[in-house]
């Protein structure tokens, strides 16, 4: 017989073992008889013959080494799978995946599921090794006649493979290969997945390929796995799914795309009712049954899935997740692995975030700042003691493309997915108010702090010293000037000639450092600039950064790391990642945090104050500072109680293209729909934190402050103008310098008194005595003291405003309340109060355009000519 002969009859075998129901070991004989004739049938020939001695047992015939051969070794691995985050009421947050799937075991699958996938797929699938031979021979002779790689034939065992290497493909090189279906590389595919086929199900039992066949295969739309696919197009779980719903489903898996029902419900319906067809000739239903569902439509109740943030209800705060499991090494050794943990590994991840609190936030910010103004408002809201986030929000929303969108966190430092930051402008005062106070300078300090001053930057020391240089740093104020006045009312008024000499004394290191440490570093992860202009905010920073360092102030001088994530848990359950226990460290003394947040209430409750407006409701106690940069680039407010330190900065963040990208100022932008002559941390992100805190703390306890030693809430003290290191708590009455004070007995009607230069002099009244202010001369402001404490009448003393605004009316006389009961009063212009800090007095607002605390016609104080209305 001619070689070409006997190629023919090998053909001619071959074929009617594939399409006849010819005797196999007949069929097969001639094969092997006729496979030497060519080497390429050889080669291709025994892809299929090889493994399938082995697979049915035949290896005495053919040699047992054969089976040994054709084996290869197969790892499976874990499936990818969904990954949740969950918020405070574990409630979810937001999912992430690669496939979106969620694993089930096999007794969690309906059976109707189970009879419809082995119907159309492998009907004999318990009753045969890992390969069809006559369905392999009869796809191979296809192939081969149509000169590609058409047809399948491959048992459910086999498709099982073959889905595993597609699913742990690392890249479209290795993805491909493994899809290869065109020569060679076809058949070297096809030939790997048979000898895998075999490890397979020499390890596993058929009933555990199976199960996991149905979390691996590919439904469409997004659907990996069946509990996936059920609730994808039926909003069910797998162990729900009627008959007609299975039969769908196992008709998907053949060409998802093709059958997907939401994208061609015609084509999926006509393979649904081939599966019913299968399933009615194999016998797993009857005719009848399949007859009456082959005339029902599909039914179908979809369910979106979102992956990522873009869907979450809490974008912004998601993102800060996301970037906030890259830094947990318990998750992977590189960022790139622990977000592959979060994309594949079917974590469960409980979060600090409470959806009140988030949807609060969100509206307190869109209330004041649209998605599209040219500014953005951007909040973050910590716990003090713990570190919780509680809310992140922007007027922006999170997102890519888009008008009013972004996906820029301008709550939060660059590292975890903000910008670089804003300046905090007189914000970051406080620190320079708690290296005062930490290096033991008085808060009776006082300095005469004009409308400008000059000081040779020569006078500055940073943390490598003395600073050299020959220039100087001229700051002034935005409403004037001041004669004497001491640390707590430079703080409450903010003023920045004050502030520029305090640093003197304090030197700029130990506030960059205090800041640092309390976590208000630069946005950017630079180093903290040390430099004269710092002390009065020019280090960009994130509202999280600024909120985590008061929260230290509320935490009585704890700083605690801020965390979103409490615990994380693996696909089986196991906690791998616990942070219940707040990551907390002492930065300040107990006592030098509570005069700070002494000092700092009073920037809010006592009258002049620049956080005047934002007094929260029922008399709550709160403690904060308001912020403005040069130009009114970025304003700011960050407050906070006992229980909760919230950050509020409102600015230009894109900048004017015109001007090569400059950022303008917000003075004259409309902010949702209101224009705004001039920006002042007290008139926008100062009400946007007021909305925020009123609600949230609606309901819970009026904590207070604890006093610092030896400090009333309205500290009496005196000096002169050079500073003293004596104590911390230097509230004596004494007379010096620029500033008198006169002094009352304990339990009697004395009238303290000094005519002092300052705006405010104290009285000086003791427990149970009246204490009356000393007047003030004309000058910058009018003057007007402090009267004395608990139970006295706090009379303020006179003056008169020596240049108040020209297009302001002269306010009229103030008359404010003294700490408990007694009576304040006072009839000038920047009105005394009395030592609990009175409402009623009147006052002219401070520099920044802060808000002086009220408004006309109710005996308030007013911030300035612009502000009214806000």
Same mark, same amino acid.
């Given at each position: 017989?001619?070689?070409?002969?006997?190629?023919?009859?090998?053909?001619?075998?071959?074929?009617?073992?594939?399409?006849?129901?010819?005797?196999?070991?007949?069929?097969?004989?001639?094969?092997?008889?006729?496979?030497?004739?060519?080497?390429?049938?050889?080669?291709?020939?025994?892809?299929?013959?090889?493994?399938?001695?082995?697979?049915?047992?035949?290896?005495?015939?053919?040699?047992?080494?054969?089976?040994?051969?054709?084996?290869?070794?197969?790892?499976?691995?874990?499936?990818?799978?969904?990954?949740?985050?969950?918020?405070?009421?574990?409630?979810?947050?937001?999912?992430?995946?690669?496939?979106?799937?969620?694993?089930?075991?096999?007794?969690?699958?309906?059976? +109707?599921?189970?009879?419809?996938?082995?119907?159309?797929?492998?009907?004999?699938?318990?009753?045969?090794?890992?390969?069809?031979?006559?369905?392999?021979?009869?796809?191979?002779?296809?192939?081969?006649?149509?000169?590609?790689?058409?047809?399948?034939?491959?048992?459910?065992?086999?498709?099982?493979?073959?889905?595993?290497?597609?699913?742990?493909?690392?890249?479209?090189? #290795?993805?491909?290969?493994?899809?290869?279906?065109?020569?060679?590389?076809?058949?070297?595919?096809?030939?790997?997945?048979?000898?895998?086929?075999?490890?397979?199900?020499?390890?596993?039992?058929?009933?555990?390929?199976?199960?996991?066949?149905?979390?691996?295969?590919?439904?469409?739309? *997004?659907?990996?796995?069946?509990?996936?696919?059920? *609730?994808?197009?039926?909003?069910?779980? =797998?162990?729900?799914?009627? &008959?007609?719903?299975?039969?769908?489903?196992?008709?998907?898996?053949?060409?998802?795309?093709?059958?997907?029902?939401?994208?061609?419900?015609?084509?999926?319906?006509? *393979?649904?009712?081939?599966?019913?067809?299968?399933?009615?000739?194999?016998?797993?239903?009857?005719?009848?049954?399949?007859?009456?569902?082959?005339?029902?439509?599909?039914?179908?109740?979809?369910?979106?899935?979102?992956?990522?943030?873009?869907?979450? $209800?809490?974008?912004?705060?998601?993102?800060?997740?996301?970037? #906030?499991?890259?830094?947990?090494?318990?998750?992977?050794?590189?960022?790139?692995? *622990?977000?592959?943990?979060?994309?594949?590994?079917?974590?469960?991840?409980?979060?600090?975030?409470?959806? !009140?609190?988030?949807?609060?936030?969100?509206?307190?910010?869109?209330?004041?700042?649209?998605?599209?103004?040219?500014?953005?408002?951007?909040?973050?809201?910590?716990?003090?003691?713990?570190?919780?986030?509680?809310?992140?929000?922007?007027?922006?929303?999170?997102?890519?493309?888009?008008?009013?969108?972004?996906?820029?966190?301008?709550?939060?430092?660059?590292?975890?997915?903000?910008?670089?930051?804003?300046?905090?402008?007189?914000?970051?005062?406080?620190?320079?108010?708690?290296?005062? +106070?930490?290096?033991?300078?008085?808060?009776?300090?006082?300095?005469?702090?004009?409308?400008?001053?000059?000081?040779?930057?020569?006078?500055?020391?940073?943390?490598?010293?003395?600073?050299?240089?020959?220039?100087?740093?001229?700051?002034?104020? $935005?409403?004037?000037?001041?004669?004497?006045?001491?640390?707590?009312?430079?703080?409450?008024?903010?003023?920045?000639?004050?502030?520029?000499?305090?640093?003197?004394?304090?030197?700029?290191?130990?506030?960059?450092?205090?800041?640092?440490?309390?976590?208000?570093?630069? =946005?950017?992860?630079?180093?903290?600039?040390?430099?004269?202009?710092?002390?009065? %905010?020019?280090?960009?920073?994130?509202? &999280?950064?600024?909120?985590?360092? $008061?929260?230290?102030?509320?935490?009585?001088?704890?700083?605690?790391?801020?965390?979103?994530?409490?615990? +994380?848990?693996?696909?089986?359950?196991?906690?791998?990642?616990?942070?219940?226990?707040?990551?907390?460290?002492?930065?300040?003394?107990?006592?030098?945090?509570?005069?700070?947040?002494?000092?700092?209430?009073?920037?809010?409750?006592?009258?002049?104050?620049?956080?005047?407006?934002?007094?929260?409701?029922?008399?709550?106690?709160?403690?904060?500072?308001?912020?403005?940069?040069?130009?009114?680039?970025?304003?700011?407010?960050?407050?906070?109680?006992?229980?909760?330190?919230?950050?509020?900065?409102?600015?230009?963040?894109?900048?004017?293209?015109?001007?090569?990208?400059?950022?303008?100022?917000?003075?004259?932008?409309?902010?949702?729909?209101?224009?705004?002559?001039?920006?002042?941390?007290?008139?926008?992100?100062?009400?946007?934190?007021?909305?925020?805190?009123?609600?949230?703390?609606?309901?819970?306890?009026?904590?207070?402050?604890?006093?610092?030693?030896?400090?009333?809430?309205?500290?009496?003290?005196?000096?002169? /103008?050079?500073?003293?290191?004596?104590?911390?708590?230097?509230?004596?009455? /004494?007379?010096?310098?620029?500033?008198?004070?006169?002094?009352?007995?304990?339990?009697?009607?004395?009238?303290?008194?000094?005519?002092?230069?300052?705006?405010?002099?104290?009285?000086?009244?003791?427990?149970?005595?009246?204490?009356?202010?000393? @007047?003030?001369?004309?000058?910058?402001?009018?003057?007007?003291?402090?009267?004395?404490?608990?139970?006295?009448?706090?009379?303020?003393?006179?003056?008169?405003?020596?240049?108040?605004? !020209?297009?302001?009316?002269?306010?009229?006389?103030?008359?404010?309340?003294?700490?408990?009961?007694?009576?304040? %009063?006072?009839?000038?212009?920047?009105?005394?109060?009395?030592?609990?800090?009175?409402? @009623?007095?009147?006052?002219?607002?401070?520099?920044?355009?802060?808000?002086?605390?009220?408004?006309?016609?109710?005996?308030?104080?007013?911030?300035?000519?612009?502000?009214?209305?806000?």
């Amino acid at each position: 017989m001619s070689r070409t002969a006997r190629v023919v009859d090998l053909w001619s075998a071959a074929r009617a073992m594939a399409f006849s129901p010819v005797p196999f070991l007949v069929g097969l004989r001639r094969v092997f008889v006729a496979i030497g004739v060519s080497a390429l049938c050889g080669v291709l020939m025994a892809g299929i013959v090889l493994p399938v001695v082995g697979a049915l047992g035949l290896g005495a015939r053919v040699g047992s080494e054969w089976f040994d051969d054709m084996t290869i070794d197969f790892e499976p691995g874990p499936l990818a799978e969904t990954s949740r985050i969950l918020d405070a009421d574990g409630r979810v947050l937001a999912t992430f995946f690669d496939e979106n799937r969620d694993y089930v075991e096999l007794d969690e699958i309906a059976d +109707v599921m189970i009879d419809a996938i082995l119907a159309v797929e492998d009907d004999r699938f318990f009753e045969r090794g890992p390969i069809d031979f006559q369905g392999t021979l009869r796809a191979f002779i296809r192939n081969v006649e149509a000169g590609e790689t058409q047809a399948g034939g491959s048992t459910l065992t086999q498709q099982y493979v073959k889905l595993v290497r597609v699913s742990q493909a690392q890249n479209a090189q #290795e993805r491909s290969s493994v899809l290869a279906s065109d020569g060679v590389d076809g058949y070297r595919r096809k030939l790997d997945e048979l000898r895998m086929a075999i490890s397979v199900e020499q390890e596993y039992t058929k009933e555990e390929i199976l199960e996991r066949y149905l979390n691996i295969a590919f439904f469409g739309s *997004r659907a990996y796995g069946v509990e996936a696919a059920a *609730r994808t197009y039926f909003s069910v779980g =797998a162990g729900e799914l009627t &008959l007609a719903q299975a039969a769908l489903l196992a008709g998907i898996v053949q060409s998802p795309n093709r059958y997907d029902p939401n994208r061609n419900p015609d084509a999926a319906l006509a *393979r649904r009712n081939v599966v019913l067809g299968r399933m009615a000739e194999t016998g797993m239903i009857s005719e009848l049954t399949a007859a009456e569902l082959r005339g029902t439509d599909l039914d179908l109740k979809p369910r979106s899935v979102s992956n990522g943030c873009v869907d979450s $209800y809490a974008g912004f705060y998601c993102d800060y997740v996301v970037n #906030e499991i890259r830094t947990i090494e318990e998750l992977g050794s590189t960022p790139e692995e *622990r977000e592959h943990a979060l994309t594949r590994g079917g974590l469960t991840i409980e979060s600090t975030l409470r959806r !009140s609190v988030q949807r609060t936030a969100e509206g307190a910010v869109s209330e004041r700042v649209a998605a599209t103004d040219e500014a953005i408002a951007s909040l973050a809201a910590i716990e003090p003691g713990t570190g919780d986030i509680q809310a992140l929000a922007n007027s922006r929303e999170y997102g890519v493309d888009g008008e009013g969108v972004s996906n820029f966190n301008y709550a939060v430092d660059r590292d975890m997915g903000g910008s670089v930051g804003m300046q905090p402008g007189s914000a970051a005062k406080a620190f320079v108010l708690a290296a005062a +106070v930490k290096q033991g300078i008085g808060l009776g300090t006082s300095f005469s702090s004009p409308a400008q001053i000059s000081v040779p930057i020569s006078r500055y020391s940073d943390c490598d010293g003395r600073i050299r240089s020959s220039e100087t740093w001229r700051p002034k104020n $935005y409403d004037g000037g001041y004669g004497g006045i001491d640390v707590r009312t430079a703080t409450e008024r903010s003023v920045n000639t004050f502030f520029a000499q305090l640093a003197v004394e304090t030197g700029l290191c130990e506030p960059a450092k205090l800041a640092q440490k309390m976590g208000a570093g630069r =946005a950017d992860g630079s180093d903290y600039r040390t430099f004269p202009a710092s002390v009065l %905010g020019a280090n960009e920073v994130s509202p &999280l950064g600024m909120a985590q360092a $008061y929260a230290t102030f509320a935490n009585r001088g704890v700083h605690c790391q801020p965390r979103a994530v409490v615990k +994380v848990k693996n696909r089986s359950g196991k906690v791998v990642v616990d942070r219940s226990e707040p990551d907390c460290e002492r930065v300040l003394e107990k006592n030098v945090a509570d005069t700070v947040n002494s000092v700092l209430e009073g920037v809010v409750h006592n009258a002049g104050g620049t956080g005047g407006r934002m007094q929260l409701e029922d008399g709550r106690r709160a403690a904060g500072k308001t912020g403005t940069t040069n130009g009114a680039v970025a304003v700011w407010f960050v407050g906070y109680t006992p229980q909760l330190a919230t950050a509020v900065a409102v600015a230009d963040v894109d900048g004017d293209e015109r001007d090569g990208g400059r950022l303008r100022s917000l003075d004259g932008m409309s902010f949702n729909g209101e224009q705004i002559p001039q920006a002042c941390g007290g008139c926008i992100p100062g009400p946007i934190w007021k909305h925020f805190m009123d609600e949230i703390l609606e309901g819970e306890p009026k904590k207070t402050f604890n006093r610092p030693r030896g400090i009333t809430r309205r500290d009496d003290s005196g000096g002169g /103008s050079t500073p003293s290191r004596d104590s911390s708590n230097d509230d004596a009455g /004494s007379s010096g310098g620029d500033r008198n004070s006169g002094s009352g007995d304990m339990n009697s009607d004395t009238t303290g008194g000094g005519q002092g230069s300052s705006e405010r002099t104290d009285g000086g009244g003791s427990d149970g005595s009246d204490g009356r202010g000393g @007047d003030g001369n004309d000058g910058d402001r009018g003057g007007g003291g402090d009267g004395g404490s608990t139970g006295g009448d706090g009379g303020g003393g006179s003056g008169t405003p020596d240049d108040p605004p !020209s297009s302001v009316p002269p306010p009229p006389a103030g008359g404010g309340d003294a700490n408990g009961n007694g009576d304040g %009063g006072g009839d000038g212009h920047g009105g005394g109060d009395g030592s609990g800090g009175g409402t @009623d007095n009147d006052g002219w607002g401070s520099e920044d355009r802060e808000d002086g605390g009220g408004d006309w016609g109710n005996g308030d104080s007013n911030p300035d000519p612009d502000d009214s209305g806000w």
